[in-house]
Nanobody, 121 residues
Framework: QVQLVESGGGSVQAGGSLRLSCAAS????????MGWFRQAPGKNREGVAS???????TYADSVKGRFTISQDNAINTLYLQMNSLKPEDTAMYYC???????????????WGQGTQVTVSS
């Protein structure tokens, strides 16, 4: 079972940037898709971005043009570069991994512990 550890969260003012990282602690040979979710207090968890082994990416409409997901397969690390942050981006961000081609959100079933992102206006 792959274990995921997120880092890079913090507090930033609106318009600022943060880069989240997610390190996989064990072999990811069976993982075909990774992604980022977020959950704000009182709201449902939502998919933010995903990327498959070939580098094909998917983004939620709310973050397109501002967030970039990337991966370094050599070191089993996933990234989320977040630019032009808005207060509504405030949430706990979770890294997730899955084994289904096409990366449907429901298939990302292995989760990290999360990292908090707070954006102030």
């Amino acid at each position: 079972q792959v274990q995921l550890v997120e880092s890079g969260g913090g507090s930033v003012q609106a318009g600022g940037s943060l880069r989240l990282s997610c390190a996989a602690s064990t072999s990811t040979y069976s993982i075909v898709c990774m992604g980022w979710f977020r959950q704000a207090p009182g709201k449902n968890r939502e998919g933010v971005a995903s990327i498959d082994r070939s580098g094909v990416t998917t983004y939620a409409d709310s973050v397109k043009g501002r967030f970039t997901i990337s991966q370094d397969n050599a070191i089993n690390t996933l990234y989320l570069q977040m630019n032009s942050l808005k207060p509504e981006d405030t949430a706990m961000y979770y890294c997730a991994a899955g084994r289904v081609f096409g990366c449907p959100w429901w298939s990302l079933g292995t989760w990290g512990q999360g990292t908090q992102v707070t954006v102030s206006s």
